[in-house]
């Protein structure tokens, strides 16, 4: 008898043991999986807040600035930028007109938005201005030379929470400095509020770099402190009109008065 509950022992034991597994395999029950982290909407939420501060910050930001502008296919510029204590701005762009063979000055005051005509090879006429319409219209697409928005309309859009645009950290890329951001449009439109591309700011709201499709602002040095206000390259006419960003057609010959004549 005792050899028999010993045998028996040692057969229960092992099935003592193995039963509970064996009910949670047949009742298919697992442990809850906890949710996996996922901090991804938290980044891209302060990294937007984080461009909008800055941005903001670079709306109340007036100096006088060089910028270098570099497009694919042509030699670097300078631009000037000012923006005035009375939120009035001025930015001059040399070979900004006739496909680079004129230069030109975009301003907004309090009277409106301006192009100015400056002397350069290509036009030695003394500068002179053209108003475009009140300081917050759009400039017409055949003049606008574009550099001077992410200086200016541009910071608007990155301030408003509204616009539909996606915002991530980045990397300064080659020759730009300080805190940089990927800035992506998630609208399907055509039109969108800003150029894609990478933004950066100093840390009291200077921009010191912008890079899209169009081409590469580069703060060149410290900026200097701001006028009170920006003051037009010259007087207003209203006998011409906007010099376009395209170069001009070349004349036909055959258009000449002289044309033919011995």
Same mark, same amino acid.
């Given at each position: 008898?005792?050899?028999?509950?010993? #045998?028996?022992?040692?057969?229960?034991?092992?099935?003592?043991?193995?039963?509970?597994?064996?009910?949670?395999?047949?009742?298919? $029950?697992?442990?809850?999986?906890?949710? !996996? %982290?996922?901090?991804?909407?938290?980044?891209?939420?302060?990294?937007?807040? $984080?461009?909008?501060? &800055?941005?903001?910050?670079?709306?109340? +930001?007036?100096?006088?600035? /060089?910028?270098?502008?570099? /497009?694919?296919? =042509? !030699?670097?510029?300078?631009?000037?930028?000012?923006?005035? @204590?009375?939120?009035?701005?001025?930015?001059?762009?040399?070979?900004?007109?006739?496909?680079?063979?004129?230069?030109?000055?975009?301003? %907004?005051?309090?009277?409106?938005?301006? /192009?100015?005509? *400056?002397? #350069?090879?290509?036009?030695? $006429?003394?500068?002179?201005?053209?108003?475009?319409?009140?300081?917050?219209?759009?400039?017409?697409?055949?003049?606008?030379?574009?550099? /001077?928005? !992410?200086?200016?309309?541009?910071?608007?859009?990155?301030?408003?929470?509204?616009?539909?645009?996606?915002?991530?950290?980045?990397?300064?890329?080659?020759?730009?400095?300080?805190?940089?951001? #990927?800035?992506?449009?998630?609208?399907?439109?055509? @039109?969108?509020?800003? $150029?894609?591309?990478?933004?950066?700011?100093?840390?009291?709201?200077?921009?010191?770099?912008? +890079?899209?499709?169009?081409?590469? &602002? =580069?703060?060149?040095?410290?900026?200097?402190?701001?006028?009170?206000?920006?003051? *037009?390259?010259?007087?207003?006419?209203?006998?011409?009109?906007?010099?376009?960003? %395209?170069?001009?057609?070349?004349?036909?010959?055959?258009? #000449? !008065?002289?044309?033919?004549?011995?």
């Amino acid at each position: 008898m005792p050899v028999l509950i010993r #045998s028996a022992g040692r057969v229960l034991g092992p099935l003592m043991f193995a039963l509970p597994a064996l009910l949670v395999a047949c009742t298919g $029950e697992q442990p809850p999986t906890p949710p !996996p %982290a996922d901090p991804a909407p938290v980044a891209v939420d302060a990294a937007r807040d $984080e461009l909008a501060a &800055l941005a903001a910050a670079a709306q109340d +930001r007036h100096l006088v600035a /060089q910028y270098v502008y570099g /497009q694919a296919g =042509r !030699p670097d510029r300078t631009i000037s930028f000012t923006s005035a @204590n009375d939120g009035s701005w001025r930015v001059d762009v040399p070979g900004g007109a006739w496909g680079g063979a004129a230069d030109i000055s975009m301003a %907004a005051t309090t009277d409106g938005l301006f /192009q100015c005509a *400056l002397p #350069s090879a290509g036009r030695p $006429e003394s500068a002179s201005c053209v108003r475009l319409g009140d300081r917050d219209d759009a400039i017409p697409r055949r003049s606008d030379p574009w550099v /001077q928005h !992410p200086l200016t309309d541009w910071l608007d859009v990155l301030t408003d929470r509204r616009a539909p645009l996606a915002v991530a950290p980045a990397t300064p890329p080659k020759g730009l400095a300080g805190t940089c951001y #990927s800035v992506d449009s998630t609208s399907a439109s055509l @039109n969108a509020p800003l $150029e894609v591309g990478i933004y950066c700011y100093d840390r009291d709201g200077t921009p010191t770099g912008v +890079r899209t499709g169009a081409g590469t &602002l =580069r703060l060149a040095a410290a900026p200097g402190p701001a006028p009170a206000t920006v003051q *037009l390259a010259g007087p207003v006419v209203v006998d011409r009109d906007p010099l376009d960003t %395209a170069a001009p057609p070349t004349p036909d010959p055959s258009d #000449s !008065p002289s044309a033919g004549t011995p």
